[in-house]
Structures are given as structure tokens and as C-alpha cells.
């Protein structure tokens, strides 16, 4: 699909249909959603730029019950495991802008891993019931 805003209701929708029909309790669900969303947004705003791309969503069962989502883009390459943790000790007014997005996706995914496989960026997002 297009890696556009016009698009991103239609990707979390598919990827939160998929997640109920896979047994995932509700905080799983919400969990999954932010971190989806939070990726999206990111490929959405900065994979592509400077000119349009896709980005691909593939959804597989795993033991459980959980959720495994694949997220990938043919963009600039990103490892978001490599970006480090933002100073959540220092003041508002101190701390420099961005960075909590990704530090989010840490602490509520279950797993979170990153290839890079034929020019695309991989983010592979294991979510458990829990």
C-alpha cells in the first residue's frame, strides 16, 4: 500500500482485525496498535524522502496465542534498535525532541527486531498475551 496518511486507518485497521482474530488480549491489542502506529507514522514521514513508496504489513500467528507483525519498506535504511534510549531523567524544557516514539515501541513491544533484506527495511514486532 502506499506510504501515505490517507492510508494509515486502513493499516491499523487490518492489522487490529487480524490481531483479534488471533486470540490477542486487549492489552496486547492496544499495545500492538500504538507500536503499529508509531511505526508507520515513522516510515509514512521519513523512508521516503524524496519520492512516494509502499510499505507492506504481513501478520502471522504465533504460539500462545500472540501476534507477529512485519513491517516493511523499500526506504532509507533505519534501524530503530540502534537509535539510543532518549534522557528520560532530564527536565521537559531540557530534553531534546523526538526520540520517544521509537523508545516507546521498546518497552511495549515483546520482541522488536530489525533486518535490512533486498534494499528494505524489516521491523518485525512480536506481541505476547501477557
Known amino acids: 500500500m502506499p506510504a501515505e496518511l490517507s492510508n494509515l486507518h486502513e493499516l491499523l485497521a487490518f492489522i487490529t482485525g487480524m490481531a483479534g482474530e488471533a486470540g490477542l488480549t486487549t492489552d496486547a491489542l492496544n499495545r500492538l496498535e500504538l507500536v503499529a502506529e508509531e511505526a508507520l507514522v515513522n516510515i509514512i514521514k521519513h523512508a521516503y524522502p524524496s ?9 502471522s500467528a504465533g504460539v500462545g496465542p500472540s501476534l507477529i507483525a512485519e513491517i516493511r519498506d523499500a526506504g532509507v535504511a533505519f534501524d530503530p534498535l540502534q537509535k539510543p534510549d532518549p534522557d528520560i531523567s532530564a527536565g521537559l524544557d531540557e530534553r531534546k525532541v ?4 521509537v523508545f516507546m515501541m521498546h518497552k511495549m513491544a515483546d520482541r522488536l527486531a530489525y533486518r535490512r533484506d533486498q534494499n528494505q527495511n524489516v521491523l518485525t514486532l512480536t506481541f505476547l498475551n501477557r
Open 51 to 59: 519520492s512516494p513508496g509502499d510499505v507492506e504489513v504481513r501478520l
Open 98 to 101: 523526538g526520540g520517544l516514539g
